[in-house]
């Protein structure tokens, strides 16, 4: 039996991969390399992908080529209902960039396509949106704003926005937010959440106070070795009564000097979108501990368990359970310092460069969580050879690594570039997102894009 094709290539390799492996190549491929296979297989894959493929002998079997994978990464994404618009659907809100793209419109979430990405600090309107309930109204008298800190303290604090800028010193770091989920979109099977490719993170400059220092002042008592985060965003149901998300972090990791209570972002008052008038910062940990709207700080006895703490959110497994299989909850431990990634912020996917171009400059960034990025290595013969990328200084600790390289490329053709990072502590970026668990955190795939010259 054989099926018409009536889809496009692209379109095979976004819904079936496997598939279009065989219909390209002529039979199932398997992992084996693409260039050992006949003519005509290499010859459909060229006119897929829009050029002659050099490395072509080298092109891992299965692998959805960069130039088709861009707007559905996942090996096996969910179907697209025929519905759908086509493509991206890019969003329009105020201050913000109009090639954001929406991945979720209720609640409101947006990543960074990672081209957009290739400024040293992210301006405020390329910075990815995370909402998990409704976006409040924007504070009046951002000043007058009202923040508690209570629970486990000697001294109970109530404090206006305005007497915290006055009463404690302020400090500025250019520091990554990422959300915990960043790179779900590459788990097979599809795990559950907001599709992030790798736009869920951003680097900005944030002005605020020492989270330590306002402790200090309050005074934890020895038991109090958690926090909890509370604020203002109503629940998408409307019930005042539902916190929309409350986590928390270990003291200690409160305590850091560069966990931060921000009322600016990038010198200008924080906007409302991203938690005005006052939120907090802890870099390197998932994004959503950083709690917008902040209105009250509980200090705990023991580990937190608002929206967000519970069941598979924000958490990885401690042993390796069966992709797309039941999980147990007894296996899964929080998930605290995020897992290591760079992107290829220059040149941009799909790049059209002129023909005879034998060498391309490449820039991105790397960060680590709450480690450095030891180096960056990019490859562009399907990951057969690599070369060193030059890091470029940080402004602080939690700033990201800016990188870049000029590769050279023997001919016209269509090319992928590679790029992976590793850590302070020798952990490298994978091929295929890692530790697969229902609801995709850790997905730190290597990054590639495609480069088509001539
Ligand atoms: N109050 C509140 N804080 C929140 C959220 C939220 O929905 N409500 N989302 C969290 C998540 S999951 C992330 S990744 C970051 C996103 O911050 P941004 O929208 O400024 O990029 O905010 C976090 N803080
Ligand atoms: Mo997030």
Known sequence: MTDKIERSIEELYRDDPLRADAVAFGRETGPSRRGFLGGTGLAAMSAAVGGTIPFAANMPGGLIPAAMAQTSPAASPPPIPATAPKGPQYLKYPGKNDKLVVIGERPLVAETPENLLDDDTTPIEKFFVRNNGQIPEEAKDPDKWKITLDGEVNNKIEITLGELKAKYKAQTRRMVLECGGNGRSFFSPPASGN?????????????????????????????????????????????????????????????????????????????????????????????????KWLTRITIRDKEHDGPGMTGTSYRLTINPMVPGGKADPKNFKILESMPVRSIITSPANGAKLAAGTREVKLRGAAWAGDFTVRRVDVSTDYGVTWQPAKLEKTKNRYDWQRWNVAVKLPSDGYYEVWARATDSRGQMQPHVAPNWNPSGYGGNTMHRVAVLIG
């Open 195 to 291: 599709q992030w490719t790798n736009g869920g993170a951003g680097c900005a400059e944030w002005t605020g106070v020492r989270l330590a220092d306002v402790f200090k002042s309050a005074g934890i008592k020895p038991s109090g070795i958690y926090t909890s985060h509370y604020s203002s965003d109503l629940h998408l149901s409307g019930n005042a009564n539902t916190p929309t998300l409350s986590r928390g972090v270990r003291m200690a990791k409160a305590m850091d000097p560069d966990s931060m209570i921000v009322w600016a972002m990038n010198g200008q008052p924080l906007p409302n979108i991203h938690g005005g008038p006052v939120r907090l910062i802890y870099p390197g940990w998932p994004g959503s501990a950083s709690q």
